[in-house]
């Protein structure tokens, strides 16, 4: 088998993987040109990859070439095989390594395998040597060694775990294509790398389209599991198979509201809500003011109770109050709760869940003010002038109990009958009017009316109607004077705060929008030149509340922008050291990515239930109002619909509407995938 090949030599040869019986026609230098059977083409090869069978057989004058099927068929009998590797190592030891077995040439074994040894059995060898046998080795000089039977039972130890291995893989994948739910129990089935890769594409299905087709590093897999490489089909896949809750918003998934709480967090809450009842550091400072009549005013079912109000009258005249909750007082900077708090920047409120910002059992424990509890606040003690201006003020820490966990609609009772001894309300609500007239008459803007907004209750869905009621003005100013008070505070002390502000905006005059009905169209006509209010270190106007400088502080417990103001605040209070300004500038930024994120979250998950309120009332008949035209070329409108109190952005067909007029819809949803999906049909 070392001889040089010549013209008309048989020889083996491997071509990409594949192993050939040719027929030499010609040899030029250090070149060949090498014959096969069946279709494939002549091909000039080097020598130095040519086996010469010259000498093997007698292959004759005129060597006819066998076809691949004969040479297939004419692999050596497995019995054949057993029965030649045994006589090979017969006197050899069995366990020895096969490096130490004789060679042979592969004519020699042909002869101890077939009866008669030919050119198509000489074939038929070179392809069996080449495929998956366990015998025999192929060594670099065409020899063959028998392999050892150690290595011989490693090998079919092997060959059994990677055949099991693909019935295991098979059956995953057939698994994953049946179209049946993956339950838990299935999905502890698969692999970690199909686990992985499912994660991978409920990610990918959770893109808008544009990033979808920037991310498709998954198209092998999607092949794979036979899924066309379009979100909406991805999509539809994931959400047969259960792996994709079709009414949570996409944003909520890698959010930082996607996951519970660590179970040390929880353990930490856990913790702290038992030390609440001891004393901490600050306690003693502390303003007592459980003597007053203090009522919390919420929606009912609300957990974080953050605010409070109460109304002190003596000889310097009467001091609204306004309390807020103390988390700064067990949740301690830079520990695992505060950090994990600054990552949520604030709790995110669905149609059909909370995700808070720190732990519900602490949030609606030891840091609420619940009734009849001592509880830790930082109240800011306000006295008012006649025309509403901030007379006289100061902020503490304190302690409050309050005495009344009051609904708004309970709050709107006592403020319109004001019954004997429980005055308090209604008085609380005549100061927060002087203060509203005179914000106005600084030239703030107000929206009072009616906001609509889904709620799933029990698997039900709802349309909760916010209505402007006197306790909710009443709360809502007071928290605004808070913010007046607190930014006033921060402007004196030269005080790093996250100020909000909203610059100037050059409103449509008095007689533009006398053209325009009052209510929601007149309102969008105002807020169409309203510019995004900002936050930053120094104290700015903010336009639409009527305000020189205004923080927001009175949800420590829901925002971290909030819990951030009372720890200046206390740091101010108590003598210590504040957050610099570069540092709270900072922070500042750090909060901006979640907190638009919530924003756009909360958005799309009040569509969604949009869009499945309307597609159950396929057939109703809308009252709405046209506010504008947001792309008129594409005939997108912005409209009020006055049953459900909400706007919406749909693409009206209609002829040229004017702000404010009344149009009656029917809504058609298109496809939740199009943007926007609704079309309405006056």
């Known amino acids: 088998m070392k001889s040089h090949p010549a013209p008309q030599d048989i020889v083996g040869v491997v071509i990409k993987g594949q192993p050939l019986v040719g027929l030499i026609q010609a040899v030029k230098g250090n070149r060949a040109t090498v014959a096969f059977s069946g279709n494939r083409r002549d091909q000039e090869l080097p020598l130095r990859e040519l086996v010469s069978f010259k000498g093997c057989f007698d292959p004759g ?101 990677d055949a099991l291995a693909a019935q295991d893989a098979q059956r995953q994948l057939d698994l994953l294509r049946s179209g049946q739910p993956l339950t838990e129990h299935l999905q502890s089935k698969l692999s970690a790398e199909w686990r992985t890769s499912i994660e991978r594409l409920i990610d990918l299905a959770c893109l808008d389209d544009r990033a979808f087709q920037a991310e498709m590093g998954l198209e092998p897999i999607l092949k794979q599991l ?281 409103l449509p005059s008095p007689e533009e929008l006398n053209q325009i009905p009052a209510g929601p169209a007149r309102d969008a006509a105002i807020k169409r030149c309203l510019s995004r209010g900002v936050q930053g270190t120094k104290p700015m106007a903010h336009f639409s509340l009527g305000l020189e400088a205004y923080v927001q502080a009175t949800s420590p417990i829901r925002r971290y922008a909030d819990l951030l103001v009372h720890r200046q605040l206390i740091a101010h209070l108590e003598g210590e050291d504040p957050m610099d300004e570069a540092s709270v500038s900072e922070l500042i930024q750090d909060l901006d990515h979640p907190l638009r994120q919530a924003v756009q979250i909360s958005r799309e998950d009040q569509r969604h239930w949009q869009h499945i309120w309307f597609a159950e009332r396929s057939e109703q008949i809308w009252n709405m109002q046209f506010l504008r035209w947001l792309r008129p070329q594409e005939q997108l409108a912005l409209v009020h619909v006055d049953d459900l109190a909400m706007d919406l952005v749909g693409r009206l067909e209609a002829t040229d509407p004017s702000p404010g007029q009344p149009i009656q819809i029917k809504v058609v949803i298109t496809n939740q995938e199009q943007d926007p999906p609704l079309l309405l049909l006056s």
């Open 226 to 506: 036979s899924i066309p490489p379009q979100r909406s089909d991805l999509r539809v896949w994931l959400l047969k198979r259960e792996l994709l809750d079709p009414d949570q918003p996409d944003g909520l998934r890698a959010s930082v509201w996607s996951k519970d709480f660590s179970e040390n967090l929880l353990k930490e809450a856990e913790r702290l809500e038992l030390s609440s009842v001891e004393p901490a550091a600050g306690d003693e400072n502390r303003l007592d003011l459980t003597d007053h009549s203090t009522y919390t005013i919420d929606d009912a079912g609300t957990r974080e109770i953050d605010d409070a109000l109460s109304l002190q009258s003596d000889q310097s005249g009467e001091w609204i109050w306004i309390h807020i909750a103390d988390p700064a007082r067990l949740i301690k900077q830079d520990s695992g709760l505060d950090l994990e708090a600054r990552r949520r920047a604030t709790t995110l409120y669905l149609a059909d869940a909370t995700q808070p910002m720190l732990p519900m059992s602490l949030a609606s424990g030891s840091l609420s003010l619940r009734a009849g509890q001592r509880c830790a606040a930082l109240s800011v003690g306000v006295s008012l002038a006649d025309d509403g201006s901030i007379q006289d003020s100061c902020i503490q820490r304190s302690w409050v109990r309050p005495r009344y966990g009051l609904t708004y609609e309970d709050g709107d009772a006592l403020i319109e009958l004001a019954p004997p001894g429980d005055e308090t309300l209604a008085q609380l609500a005549e100061l927060l009017k002087r203060r509203q007239r005179w914000r106005l008459s600084c030239g703030a803007v107000q929206f009072d009316r009616t906001e609509g907004r889904f709620r799933r209750r029990d698997g039900h869905l709802e349309l909760q109607t916010i209505e402007p009621s006197a306790s909710r003005l009443m709360v809502s100013e007071a928290m605004l004077l808070m913010g007046a008070v607190v930014a006033e505070f921060g402007r004196i002390h030269d005080l790093p705060l996250p100020f909000r502000s909203q610059p100037e905006a050059d």
């Open 61 to 161: 004058p005129e060597p006819v070439l066998p076809s691949p099927e004969e040479v297939q068929d004419a692999a050596p009998p497995p019995k054949d095989v057993g029965a030649a590797w045994w006589l090979l190592i017969s006197d050899e030891d069995k366990e020895t390594s096969s490096d130490q077995y004789s060679c042979l040439a592969i004519s020699d074994l042909a002869e101890l395998l077939y009866d008669k040894t030919g050119l198509t059995q000489l074939a038929g060898l070179w392809r069996w040597l080449h495929g998956p046998q366990l015998w025999f080795r192929l060594r670099r000089d065409r020899s063959v060694q028998p392999r050892g039977a150690a290595e011989i039972r490693k090998q079919r130890l092997k060959s059994r775990q």
